[in-house]
């Protein structure tokens, strides 16, 4: 079965870099949440949609921006990276607002140096 | 508001014995309950849910957890633990303040070690 499908793997970016990570949810999914998991931490909610639009929004720098497109794949744009950034950073998907579950991708590993 | 407490930071069992990962919820009204698995450098992996119904929920790779309403606790057990079990353990529950648009609050996580 399709999962969801995270590019890239792994990302190095220097200080005051941007980077760009890519979320392809499960089809027919329609809501998208990004999560960071800092090292030895639990996943934090940064940010969601609902077919395309905004849902809801956690503690997501301003410096972080995302959207979803058409296709509903997702793109979290993050600018003036900082060594603070340094995170696994995970997309998840679900349908039915989560009755049937979420299912999340391996993750972006972002190391800013 | 919403949230789900993980008393221990680390769980050690033997390989054999019995396993139990503990979880307290916080919600208001229903709570739908989660649980994840993850290992080192890997995602989040479903192990199995709660949403209505029976309050012993079995899941994958042999893993059940118990719905207790009285005690706010969804715990996660498994009658004979693998050192291939030792992993990340994170118990979620779903978010419903949010408008609709559910997301998930994760607890801080257990490290389940299962020595050989």
């Known amino acids: 079965a399709a999962g969801v499908i995270q590019s890239p793997r792994h990302l190095i970016k220097e200080k005051r870099e941007t980077a760009t990570l890519k979320c392809y949810p499960i089809?027919?999914?329609?809501?998208v949440y990004w999560y960071q998991q800092g090292p030895g931490q639990d996943p934090q909610f940064l940010i969601s949609?609902?077919?395309?639009?905004?849902?809801d929004k956690g503690s997501i720098p301003d410096r972080f921006s995302a959207q979803q497109f058409s296709d509903y794949h997702s793109e979290l744009n993050m600018s003036s990276l900082e060594l603070g950034d340094s995170a696994l950073y995970f997309c998840?998907?679900?349908?039915?607002?989560?009755?049937?579950?979420?299912?999340f991708g391996s993750g972006t590993r972002l190391t800013v140096v | 508001a919403q949230s789900v407490a993980q008393p221990e930071d680390q769980v050690n069992v033997a390989e054999g014995n019995p396993l139990t990962v503990k979880c307290t919820y916080s919600?208001?009204?229903?709570?739908?309950l989660f649980w994840y698995v993850q290992y080192p450098n890997r995602g989040l992996q479903f192990l199995l849910k709660?949403?209505?119904?029976?309050?012993l929920v079995k899941g994958s790779y042999g893993f059940e957890a118990e719905f207790n309403k009285s005690q706010t606790s969804f715990h996660l057990k498994k009658p004979s633990a693998l050192v291939s079990d030792s992993a990340l353990y994170f118990c979620?529950?779903?978010?419903?303040?949010?408008?609709?648009?559910?997301?998930?609050?994760f607890g801080a996580g257990t490290r389940l070690a299962v020595h050989p």
């Open positions: 998840a998907s679900s349908s039915r607002q989560g009755e049937n579950g979420y299912t």
């Open positions: 089809p027919r999914h329609d809501t």
């Open positions: 949609f609902y077919e395309k639009m905004q849902s």
């Open positions: 919600v208001s009204g229903n709570p739908y």
């Open positions: 709660y949403i209505t119904g029976d309050n």
């Open positions: 979620a529950v779903r978010d419903e303040s949010s408008g609709g648009y559910n997301k998930l609050i």
